[in-house]
């Protein structure tokens, strides 16, 4: 099994900052253009950013011997793979963007926010909606059905690469959640994206300044060289 290490404390505070906005356009520059999970939405508002290492879980289509109420008991099902799952990460469940069975409800949410999860990031569905926002567990999917999962899924895996919206997922890898959805920062290139992403907030701060007091855009969203030189020095003045 994968052991998830732990996000180092200077880079997740500083990714809790940063939308998932920003981090599309900074691994847009790095050439990645697939890393937003399609179909992940909060499935309330105010669950605020989710940062996280990711676990992964799996399902394939049903198959009638194989997805059936007893499955739940089985070495191989969602319970035990929620049994392994470390403190602060997020599960991301590929459920092939199944919307008419729900992977968890409100039990095995429970269960998650007791272990310490930190979200359930899915391009499925929740059931038991109500009683899964009761739980607090931070969630993202594409929200709910009454059916169970064997309705329409088979449980086949965790702790293994998977497609989630359309986008790989390999456990380590960071998911950052808010708003705008979910996105994925492979391992190798988190130092250096955090750091871009850091920047670039701070200089989005700036031109947000620079609009409200009249300024137009061409020549400072991008900015040319006048406006880089103007942001270095009120950023050096607020770095202080």
Do not use: H
């Not at 602060?88 to 007791?114: N, Q, S």
């Not at 702790?159 to 920062?185: E, H, K, M, S, T």
């Amino acid at each position: 099994m994968t052991d998830l290490t732990e996000i180092p404390a200077d880079i997740a505070a500083t990714l809790a900052t940063v939308s998932t906005a920003t981090l599309t356009t900074v691994l847009l520059k790095k050439g990645l253009r697939n890393v937003w999970l399609r179909g992940t939405r909060p499935l309330r508002a105010g669950f605020g950013r989710q940062v996280g290492r990711a676990f992964t879980l799996r399902f394939v289509p049903a198959r009638e011997d194989l997805a059936t109420p007893e499955s739940w008991s089985s070495p191989i099902s969602t319970r035990a793979a929620i049994e392994a799952m470390p403190a602060a990460c997020i599960a991301v469940v590929d459920a092939m963007g199944i919307t008419d069975a729900g992977i968890f409800g409100d039990i095995l949410c429970a269960r998650m926010a007791k272990r310490g999860v930190a979200a359930l990031v899915s391009d499925g569905v929740v059931r038991d909606a109500a009683g899964v926002l009761g739980t607090g567990l931070p969630v993202w999917c594409q929200g709910a059905a009454a059916p169970p999962s064997v309705a329409a899924l088979t449980f086949v895996a965790w702790d293994q690469p998977i497609g989630c919206g359309g986008v790989a997922v390999f456990p380590n890898d960071v998911v950052v959640a808010d708003d705008d959805g979910a996105v994925l920062i492979p391992q190798a290139l988190l130092a250096a994206v955090t750091a871009e992403a850091a920047e670039q907030e701070q200089q989005e701060t700036w031109i947000m300044g620079e609009v409200e007091g009249g300024a137009s855009l061409p020549g400072l969203y991008p900015p040319n060289a006048e406006n880089k030189a103007r942001y270095a020095a009120w950023a050096a003045q607020r770095k202080g």
